[in-house]
């Protein structure tokens, strides 16, 4: 299985940097080949101050070795040895009538230190962080998300729809990071479904990104714009690092496995603000944003 999933992600992210390159049509993806010191290594490519893309990673990793004593104590288990591999896209557009997006799809084995397989999963999801607020964008990507899920349980995409409203919320800001989309995590083999599966969805999902979100950029790329929406687009990336130095489970599982800095932090914007106490002016489209993101919304 994980030769299986580390083959996909190789293939996924030569066609996502590969249409993503042909939107922007001047910046190209900067690939970076590294190796971790414990195991494994990934090839991150990364795109800089495009016409589309103000910055942006799409990075594959697979790594192995010990499981750290923290994640030890964390999954519960003891000298555990693991193997992890996934993709991560993280994409900032200048323009800030086009939304930022994250995906990630992943998988993960445990080992007993015999070298027996003792516990896999899948994870993943894709979310959508408008700046400004477009219901019919919106309503686009959920409804991706959701025949997506469609094709393989009716269940899953409000399962996992409620799962990214909880779990990409900045509880500190008391406000969602964005209007969501989909997450999973601990996809596990059931009577139900095989690991062959949940291959079948996560990659189904994966394969849906390029339709999810590519529309929604080629209609909003070249609205115009103010300095002032600038600003606003500037001060809501802050809330999105917040959220990822914060809360985030693989920024923090990266960072506890010696992981790839660089890689690690590649979903940081280049351009970003925090000003004291700040508030969108009444009945502004800004404040309509921070409506939603105050109640998460059923957009389907």
């Known amino acids: 299985?994980?030769?299986?999933?580390?083959?996909?992600?190789?293939?996924?992210?030569?066609?996502?940097?590969?249409?993503?390159?042909?939107?922007?049509?001047?910046?190209?993806?900067?690939?970076?080949?590294?190796?971790?010191?414990?195991?494994g290594g990934g090839r991150s490519r990364v795109i800089?101050?495009?016409?589309?893309?103000?910055?942006?990673?799409?990075?594959?990793?697979?790594?192995?070795g010990?499981?750290?004593?923290?994640?030890?104590?964390?999954?519960?288990?003891?000298?555990?040895?693991?193997?992890?591999c996934g993709l991560s896209l993280v994409l900032h557009p200048k323009n800030p009538m086009v939304p930022t997006v994250h995906a990630n799809w992943r998988y993960f084995e445990m080992y007993t230190k015999e070298g027996e397989l003792v516990d896999q999963w899948f994870g993943g999801g894709q979310d959508l962080t408008p700046y400004y607020l477009f219901e019919?964008?919106?309503?686009?990507?959920?409804?991706?998300?959701?025949?997506?899920?469609?094709?393989?349980?009716?269940?899953?995409?409000?399962?996992?729809?409620?799962?990214?409203?909880?779990?990409?919320?900045?509880?500190?800001?008391?406000?969602?990071?964005?209007?969501?989309g989909l997450f999973f995590d601990y996809c596990k083999a059931t009577p139900e479904k095989s690991m062959q599966d949940w291959y079948a969805f996560v990659t189904e999902v994966g394969n849906s990104f390029i339709n999810s979100y590519i529309p929604?950029?080629?209609?909003?790329?070249?609205?115009?714009?103010?300095?002032?929406?600038?600003?606003?687009?500037?001060?809501?990336?802050?809330?999105?690092?917040?959220?990822?130095?914060?809360?985030?489970k693989g920024t923090l599982f990266g960072l506890k496995t010696n992981g790839r800095i660089e890689s690690i932090?590649?979903?940081?914007?280049?351009y970003v603000q925090w000003k004291y106490d700040h508030h969108p002016e009444p009945n502004s489209p800004e404040e309509k944003l921070i409506a939603v993101l105050k109640n998460p919304k059923d957009w389907i």
């Open 136 to 180: 019919e964008d919106a309503l686009h990507f959920h409804t991706i998300c959701k025949k997506t899920c469609d094709l393989h349980d009716p269940s899953f995409y409000e399962a996992y729809k409620k799962r990214c409203d909880t779990y990409f919320w900045n509880a500190h800001r008391n406000e969602a990071r964005g209007i969501g």
């Open 66 to 84: 010990e499981l750290p004593e923290s994640m030890q104590r964390y999954f519960g288990v003891q000298d555990a040895d693991f193997f992890a």
């Open 1 to 39: 299985m994980k030769d299986q999933f580390y083959n996909y992600i190789q293939q996924l992210q030569d066609t996502i940097t590969q249409e993503l390159e042909t939107i922007d049509g001047v910046a190209r993806f900067k690939e970076d080949l590294w190796k971790r010191p414990e195991g």
């Open 216 to 248: 929604i950029v080629l209609k909003r790329k070249n609205l115009s714009y103010s300095k002032e929406q600038r600003d606003w687009q500037e001060v809501r990336r802050g809330r999105y690092v917040e959220f990822n130095l914060v809360h985030d």
């Open 48 to 64: 800089e101050n495009g016409a589309v893309f103000e910055k942006g990673g799409v990075n594959i990793s697979a790594v192995h």
């Open 265 to 270: 932090l590649m979903s940081l914007p280049p």
